[in-house]
Structures are given as C-alpha cells and as structure tokens.
C-alpha cells in the first residue's frame, strides 16, 4: 500500500497544527492592535518551534542508543534565536522604546509551540489564553492606572562634565 496510516505522523501534523492555531490566536491580538508582527509572524513563530521540538524528540526515540543527542538542546537554541527575532522587533525612537510586548509576545509564541512539541497541550493551551489576556486587560488596566496617577517619563541626562542623572518629566 503506498499510504498507511502513522499514528505517530498524525500525532504530529496534529501538534504543527496546533501550534500553528495556536500561534494566529496570539498574533490575531497584535494584528488588531497595529503592531508589526501580526499573526502569519506569530504562527509560523509557534510552527517553527514545534517542528524542531518534534523533530528533536522523534530523533532522540528512533534512534535511541545509536545517537547521542539532547533533546533540551534544541529549546535552548529556540530561545536564543527568537531573543534575536525579538530584538529586531525592538526599536527606540524620540526616548521611547517601541516593540517589547510584541518582542516579548513572540517570545511566548515559541514556548507555546515548543510546549505542544513535547505534548504540553493543556499548558501551551492556559499560556496562550493567559498571553491573550495580558495583551488585552492588562492594557486596559495599564492605561487606567496611568489616567488615575498621571504618566510620568524618567528620561536619562547626560551633563556637560559626562556624567548622568535622570529628569523627570511631567507629561
């Protein structure tokens, strides 16, 4: 028969598709908000993190005892690597600094597909939804709280003998 059926293999297009979900849920949020990374970024984010986590653990399973390899390594690997991702996210303009939630939000994206990788589905599930609801009411309450007490932004000086202090600055 040319195609029999793989439980393994469905386990896993099951989980890439998951994380892929997974993933367009968590970009869908800063899609809607008009940040850079949206949700084709966040998916394929998460997708990629489960793909080398599987592939990583079905190496390890299939050839156990002929190769020595570490499957811990490679989620090690993944959060540097999106810590890079998630820099160029990063941007500083006119004192401000632009991107860290959705830096910090991709970051999140790649533990959630890893997390499905090892078929962590329930905990990659709860992140996603916790995620989601920092994106959403802790801004909510981020900017009430800064309505109720003022903003205030501490913008570092450098004098003329080139030593710093900080100012405050009342908005």
Known sequence: MFFEFDPTLATTFLQLSLAAFLGLLLGAERSIAGKSAGMRTFALVSLG????VVVSVLITTQ???KVNFDPMRVPAAIISGI???GAGLIMFRQNLMRGLTT?????????VGAAVGFGLYYIATFTT?????????????EANLKLYFG????EPVVNKDHTSSSQLDDE
């Open 49 to 52: 993190a489960c793909l080398f």
């Open 63 to 65: 050839y156990f005892g």
């Open 83 to 85: 810590g890079f991702i």
């Open 103 to 111: 830096a910090a939000g991709m970051w999140v994206a790649a533990g």
């Open 129 to 141: 939804l916790l995620t989601l609801l920092i994106f959403t009411a802790v801004w909510f309450i």
């Open 151 to 154: 903003r205030h932004n501490v």
